[in-house]
């Protein structure tokens, strides 16, 4: 059950949009079932997703051990898609309550989430290096960094990527790959800002780059993905990025697997 944190650094790289139709792709066009959590305060997936973020309860009140992880999870109007929503309690939870005095509180989410049977479980973060951040990035296998071609979106990658590697020195995590978005395939400073990103995250960039479409904020506002609308730029974009996703989760995942299994014909020698 891999799970995967969807992180920036900064705001407008469509972190939020691309979690959404991931996940929204992984459970209608390849039968995964898919867990997806807004960790957010924002809550900007919550309502991405035609919920309202005032009217259901978040991780905040699982993490403080309020309520069972499976009475805060919804199903969505995508089949195999299920969702647990945000709220403003999430912005401070980690001072207040029980988490307050427990020097371990990042672990605890990837505790709360350890039974869960899902194919795939998708953590959509705010967009900085907070401790809602950490807390799901020490809960994952795997990080999607977010990027937008524009100066200080990239500017901020450097930072971000020594963030992954201090928590990746601590707890098993790998960089599944970088997704562009807000992508035009005439900009003027497009190699300049893909050698940044070579640099700081070598050859994790995905080749499929989402390019600018108004149908992606039209399917926001009326609660569903931009799979559900007419075929749209972004839509064809996000299929194909997941393709990718998928495919370096099989090699990344079968690498392991073999690395398992030579270690344990070692110990048996």
């Known amino acids: 059950m891999p799970t995967i944190t969807v992180c920036s650094f900064k705001g407008g790289t469509a972190k939020t949009s691309t979690s959404l139709h991931i996940a929204a792709a992984f459970a209608q066009y390849h039968k995964k079932k898919v867990l997806l959590i ?18 259901y309860d978040s991780l905040a009140s699982v993490l403080q051990g309020e309520k069972n992880l499976k009475n805060v999870i919804k199903k969505t109007n995508t089949p195999r898609l299920d969702l647990i929503p945000a709220d403003t309690w999430l912005e401070r939870v980690e001072v207040s309550g029980v988490l307050a005095s427990d020097r371990y509180s990042h672990e605890r989410l990837k505790e709360i989430l350890a039974p869960l049977k899902y194919d795939y479980i998708i953590i959509d973060t705010p967009p900085s290096l907070c401790w809602l951040t950490e807390s799901a990035l020490i809960a994952s296998d795997f990080a999607l960094v977010c990027a937008a071609p524009e100066f200080y979106s990239i500017k901020g990658l ?33 190699e300049a800002f893909l050698e940044v990103i070579e640099s700081t995250f070598p050859g994790k960039l995905f080749n499929s780059k989402i390019r600018r479409d108004i149908t992606v904020s039209e ?17 064809e974009d996000y299929i194909a990025l997941t393709q990718e996703i998928l495919h370096r989760f099989k090699k990344e995942l079968g690498s392991r697997a073999l690395s398992i299994e030579d270690a344990e014909k070692k110990s048996t020698v």
């Not at 807004?38 to 009217?55: E, I, M, R, S, Y």
């Not at 928590?167 to 978005?181: D, Q, T, Y």
């Not at 399917?219 to 839509?235: E, H, L, N, Q, Y």
């Open 219 to 235: 399917a926001a506002i009326m609660g569903k993905p931009v799979f559900t609308s007419a075929v749209s730029r972004a839509g």
């Open 158 to 190: 450097s930072r971000l990527g020594q963030f992954l590697e201090s928590i990746g020195e601590r707890h098993k995590l790998n960089v599944a790959g970088v997704c562009l978005s807000f992508w035009n395939p005439r900009g003027k400073s497009n």
């Open 38 to 55: 807004d960790f957010d305060p924002q809550a900007n997936l919550t309502t991405g997703l035609g919920f309202d973020p005032d009217q």
